[in-house]
C-alpha cells in the first residue's frame, strides 16, 4: 500500500528525474533545437514520467496500491503529525516537511510497516517508541530497507536471498 503524501511525492519526483535528465541532454545541444523546443521536450518527457507511474499504480498485479483517504482519515492523519516526539523530525531541510504526514497517514492507515532509509530527517527509534505506546502496536512502524527484508521474510535468510536475485536488478 502507498500511503496518499508518499504517491503525491514520487509522482512529482518522476517527473523530475525525467526533466533532469532531458535538461542535462538538452543542454549538450547546440544547434537545431530552439529553447521554447527543448521545454516541450523537457515537458513532455516529465509528463511521460508521470502518466507511466500512474499506469503502473492502477495495475491490478502491480506492487502497490495507492490509498486514498477521507476527510477523516486526513483530519486524523494531520493531527498526528503534528504531535510526533519532540525531536522526533529534523525539520532542518525541505523534505523533513512531508516525513510527519507520512508518518500519520501510515498510522491512520494501520499499515504494517513503513520502509525508509531517510535517516537524515526522521528518528525511527522514538517514533517507533511513541508509535508503540501511544496506539497499542506490538511492532516498530518505521524500518530501514535491511529490517523491512528481515520483516518481511520473517528473518528466512534464504527468503531474501531470493527475493534479492528475483528483483534485486
Known amino acids: 500500500m502507498e500511503v496518499p503524501e508518499v504517491y503525491a511525492q514520487t509522482l512529482s519526483r518522476v517527473g523530475l528525474?525525467?526533466?533532469?535528465?532531458?535538461?542535462?541532454?538538452l543542454g549538450?545541444?547546440?544547434?537545431?533545437?530552439?529553447?521554447?523546443?527543448?521545454?516541450?521536450?523537457?515537458?513532455?518527457a516529465a509528463e511521460g514520467a508521470r502518466t507511466w507511474f500512474k499506469g503502473e499504480m492502477a495495475r491490478e498485479e502491480g506492487a502497490f496500491v495507492p490509498l486514498e483517504?477521507?476527510?477523516?482519515?486526513?483530519?486524523?492523519?494531520?493531527?498526528?503529525?503534528?504531535?510526533?516526539?519532540?525531536?522526533?523530525?529534523?525539520?532542518?531541510?525541505?523534505?523533513?516537511?512531508?516525513?510527519?504526514?507520512i508518518i500519520g497517514q501510515a498510522i491512520t492507515f494501520d499499515v504494517t510497516l513503513l520502509s525508509t532509509n531517510n535517516l537524515g530527517t526522521i528518528r525511527h527509534?522514538?517514533?517507533?517508541?511513541?508509535?508503540?505506546s501511544t496506539f497499542g502496536r506490538n511492532r516498530h512502524l518505521l524500518y530501514v530497507p535491511d529490517e523491512t527484508l528481515q520483516e518481511l521474510s520473517n528473518c528466512d535468510r534464504?527468503?531474501?536471498?531470493e527475493w534479492t536475485i528475483a528483483y534485486g536488478a
Open 69 to 101: 483517504e477521507t476527510l477523516d482519515q486526513a483530519w486524523a492523519a494531520r493531527r498526528i503529525a503534528r504531535n510526533l516526539p519532540a525531536g522526533s523530525i529534523r525539520r532542518n531541510d525541505q523534505l523533513a516537511e512531508v516525513d510527519p504526514l
Open 158 to 161: 534464504e527468503q531474501t536471498y
Open 28 to 44: 549538450r545541444v547546440h544547434t537545431m533545437p530552439t529553447d521554447a523546443d527543448k521545454q516541450r521536450i523537457v515537458d513532455s
Open 125 to 132: 527509534e522514538p517514533i517507533n517508541a511513541w508509535v508503540t
Open 17 to 25: 528525474i525525467a526533466e533532469s535528465r532531458w535538461e542535462s541532454e
